[in-house]
C-alpha cells in the first residue's frame, strides 16, 4: 500500500513511519506548513519540520512539505481570534485535525495516487461488522480519539494509526532501537502558533497574540450577589470556571460562572453554580450516522467521560441535546462534547458547546 504519513517531528509521528516500513508498506513523509509568523513550540516551529525532515533521511524515505498557510489560517487562525473576541473557549487543536491534518490531507493524498494517510495519534481503527469504528488507543494516558472525534466512514476507511496500539514507553523504546533522533524528544503540550515566552510587558503569548489582532477590553468582577470585587484586563480572555487572577480575596473558592463580553462583566461564585443538568452541542459529526441514547461523553482531551443520554434535534440536526445522569460542571462554549458508545470503547461522534446553558445568575 502507498502510504502518506504526515510527521510532525515528533516521535509519535517517527515511529507511525517506521512501523509502516516494517509492515512493507511505500511509505512517503509529508510535513505541513501551517503557521508562518513567530513559534517557538508545537509541529509549527522550525526545528519540528527539520526533525521530520532528518527522520526521513534516517529511514531512506522521500520527505514532502506541504504549504497550508492559507488554509490554516481561514480555519483555525482566525476563527480562535474571532472567538476569543465573543468570548468563546476555542479549541484550535481540533480544528487543525478537522480542516487540515485530515480534511486538506486526504485531499492532497487523493490527487497524488496514495491508497491512504496515516499519522502518529494513539488511537486505533477497526472494521467491526462492516463498520470503521474510531477506538480509544492503548495507552489510556495518551489516548487521542478525543481530537480526532470528527473522522467519517470515508476518512476512517483511508487512515492509518499504527501507534494506536502501543503506549508512549513502548513507542519510545521503538525509536530508539532504530536511533531515531526523536526517541527522547518531549511531548508538545501549547498551541503551535502561539509562543511560550512573555512579551517584555510580561504578557503572556495568548495575550500578545490577541492584541495584535483584536482589541481586549477590561471588565469588573462581580460576584453572585452582584457585589464589586475587582477588574480583569482583558475579559476575552476569562474562560468559565476558571479561579486564578479572577476570584478575589477571602477564604472561599470562587470560580467563574458567567462571562459577559459585551457588558464588560465577569461573574464569579461557587463551585455549585457551575453545576447543570444539560448541555447544548451545535454542528454535530458522527462517526457512522446520527445516534440517540445512552452514551459516555468526555468534555476535554484527558478528562474524565461523564454518564448520559444524547438526542439530535435542530434543523437538520444541526445540533444535539445532551442530558447528564447527574449535574456537571459547565462547559465552556467553544469546546468539543465527544460521544462514546455505552461500554466507552469507540467514538460515536462529537460536537461543539454552543453556548451557556442556564445560569442561577441574573
Given at each position: ?29 509529508v510535513t505541513m506548513r501551517l503557521w508562518g509568523g513567530e513559534s517557538d513550540t508545537g509541529c509549527c516551529s522550525v526545528s519540528d519540520v527539520d526533525d521530520a525532515r532528518r527522520v526521513a533521511q534516517q529511514l531512506g524515505i522521500d520527505h514532502l512539505v506541504f504549504n497550508f498557510t492559507d488554509d490554516f489560517h481561514r480555519h483555525v487562525v482566525d476563527p480562535y481570534v474571532a472567538d476569543h473576541a465573543r468570548g468563546i473557549t476555542p479549541n484550535p487543536c481540533i480544528e ?9 490531507l486526504l485531499e492532497r493524498a487523493d490527487v497524488l495516487g496514495f491508497d491512504a494517510v496515516a499519522t502518529g495519534h494513539h488511537a486505533r481503527i477497526e472494521n467491526i461488522d462492516g463498520v470503521w469504528r474510531l477506538l480509544r488507543g ?225
Amino acid at each position: 500500500m502507498k502510504v502518506l504519513v504526515a510527521m510532525s517531528g515528533g516521535v509519535d509521528s517517527s515511529v507511525a513511519a517506521a512501523l509502516l516500513l516494517e509492515q512493507g508498506h511505500q511509505v512517503v513523509g509529508v510535513t505541513m506548513r501551517l503557521w508562518g509568523g513567530e513559534s517557538d513550540t508545537g509541529c509549527c516551529s522550525v526545528s519540528d519540520v527539520d526533525d521530520a525532515r532528518r527522520v526521513a533521511q534516517q529511514l531512506g524515505i522521500d520527505h514532502l512539505v506541504f504549504n497550508f498557510t492559507d488554509d490554516f489560517h481561514r480555519h483555525v487562525v482566525d476563527p480562535y481570534v474571532a472567538d476569543h473576541a465573543r468570548g468563546i473557549t476555542p479549541n484550535p487543536c481540533i480544528e487543525c485535525n478537522r480542516h487540515l491534518k485530515f480534511d486538506r490531507l486526504l485531499e492532497r493524498a487523493d490527487v497524488l495516487g496514495f491508497d491512504a494517510v496515516a499519522t502518529g495519534h494513539h488511537a486505533r481503527i477497526e472494521n467491526i461488522d462492516g463498520v470503521w469504528r474510531l477506538l480509544r488507543g492503548a495507552d489510556d494516558a495518551k489516548d487521542q480519539s478525543y481530537v480526532i472525534h470528527m473522522l467519517d466512514q470515508d476518512a476512517l476507511s483511508r487512515t492509518l494509526l499504527p501507534v494506536g496500539t502501543l503506549t508512549k514507553v513502548e513507542v519510545r523504546a521503538h525509536a530508539t532501537r532504530l536511533g531515531l533522533r526523536t526517541a527522547t524528544k518531549p511531548d508538545s503540550q501549547d498551541v503551535c502558533f502561539i509562543t511560550s515566552t512573555k512579551s517584555p510587558d510580561g504578557a503572556t503569548g495568548r495575550s500578545s497574540f490577541l492584541r495584535r489582532r483584536i482589541e481586549l477590553h477590561a471588565a469588573d468582577v462581580v460576584d453572585d450577589a452582584g457585589e464589586h470585587i475587582g477588574r480583569v484586563d482583558a475579559v476575552e480572555l476569562v474562560t468559565l470556571g476558571q479561579r486564578r487572577g479572577v476570584a478575589g480575596g477571602g477564604g472561599n473558592k470562587r470560580f467563574v460562572v458567567d462571562v459577559d463580553v459585551p457588558q464588560r462583566r465577569v461573574v464569579v461564585g461557587p463551585e455549585s453554580l457551575l453545576l447543570v443538568d444539560r448541555e447544548l452541542g451545535s454542528s454535530p459529526t458522527w462517526t457512522h450516522g446520527p445516534v440517540d441514547g445512552r452514551v459516555w461523553v468526555q468534555c476535554s482531551a484527558h478528562g474524565e467521560p461523564r454518564a448520559g443520554s444524547i438526542r439530535t434535534n435542530g434543523v437538520d440536526g444541526n445540533q444535539v441535546d445532551v442530558v447528564w445522569d447527574e449535574p456537571q460542571r459547565r462547559v465552556s462554549p467553544g469546546q468539543s462534547l465527544v460521544f462514546y458508545d455505552r461500554d466507552g470503547g469507540w467514538v460515536v461522534g462529537g460536537a461543539t458547546t454552543a453556548s451557556l446553558t442556564t445560569s442561577a445568575i441574573r
